[in-house]
C-alpha cells in the first residue's frame, strides 16, 4: 500500500507500507493491504507503520485518514517522530494553554473554551509518547 502523510508545513511521510496502526477518533484501527475504502477521523496518539520490513511510529495529532483503491492519505496538523519532539516546548505549550484556561475560564466563549481544551489534551497525548519512546 501507498501511504503518505501531510501537514500543514509538509509531506512527512510517502513510501510503501505492508501496514498501519493508527488512533481513529472511535478506538484504534488497522489498515493492511486490501482494506475497504474509507474515511474516518483520526485522534492524538501513535501511529506505528511496518516498511521494508521494519515497525516505526510517529505521534500524530488530529485529522483525517482515507483509504482509496490501497492508497492511504493521512492529513494531520502534527506528525513528528519521538526524537523531533521537544519536550520543554510542549510543556511550556500545556501550561500556557493550562493557565488560559484557568484563568480566563469565565470570558471565554464556548468554542475558545473547547480550542484550549484540544490543545492541552494534543500537548498531554504528545508528552506521553515522548515519555514511552524515549526512555
Given at each position: 500500500?501507498?501511504?503518505?502523510?501531510?501537514?500543514?508545513?509538509?509531506?512527512?511521510?510517502?513510501?510503501?507500507?505492508?501496514?498501519?496502526?493508527?488512533?481513529?477518533?472511535?478506538?484504534?484501527?488497522?489498515?493492511?493491504?486490501?482494506?475497504?475504502?474509507?474515511?474516518?477521523?483520526?485522534?492524538?496518539?501513535?501511529?506505528?507503520?511496518?516498511?521494508?520490513?521494519?515497525?516505526?511510529?510517529?505521534?500524530?495529532?488530529?485529522?483525517?485518514?482515507?483509504?482509496?483503491?490501497?492508497?492511504?492519505?493521512?492529513?494531520?496538523?502534527?506528525?513528528?517522530?519521538?526524537?523531533?519532539?521537544?519536550?520543554?516546548?510542549?510543556?511550556?505549550?500545556?501550561?500556557?494553554?493550562?493557565?488560559?484556561?484557568?484563568?480566563?475560564?469565565?470570558v471565554l466563549s464556548r468554542?475558545?473554551?473547547?480550542?484550549?481544551?484540544?490543545?492541552?489534551?494534543?500537548?498531554?497525548?504528545?508528552?506521553?509518547?515522548?515519555?514511552?519512546?524515549?526512555?
Amino acid at each position: 500500500m501507498h501511504f503518505k502523510i501531510i501537514t500543514p508545513l509538509r509531506t512527512a511521510l510517502d513510501l510503501d507500507v505492508t501496514g498501519l496502526k493508527l488512533p481513529a477518533t472511535q478506538g484504534e484501527m488497522e489498515v493492511l493491504p486490501g482494506h475497504a475504502d474509507l474515511i474516518t477521523s483520526v485522534a492524538n496518539g501513535e501511529l506505528t507503520y511496518t516498511a521494508a520490513g521494519e515497525a516505526k511510529s510517529l505521534f500524530v495529532g488530529g485529522g483525517f485518514l482515507q483509504v482509496e483503491h490501497g492508497d492511504v492519505l493521512l492529513v494531520t496538523d502534527t506528525a513528528l517522530e519521538a526524537a523531533a519532539i521537544d519536550t520543554d516546548t510542549v510543556q511550556a505549550a500545556l501550561e500556557r494553554a493550562q493557565k488560559a484556561l484557568r484563568d480566563r475560564a469565565s470570558v471565554l466563549s464556548r468554542e475558545e473554551q473547547a480550542y484550549l481544551e484540544a490543545c492541552i489534551a494534543k500537548q498531554l497525548a504528545m508528552m506521553e509518547y515522548s515519555r514511552i519512546k524515549k526512555h
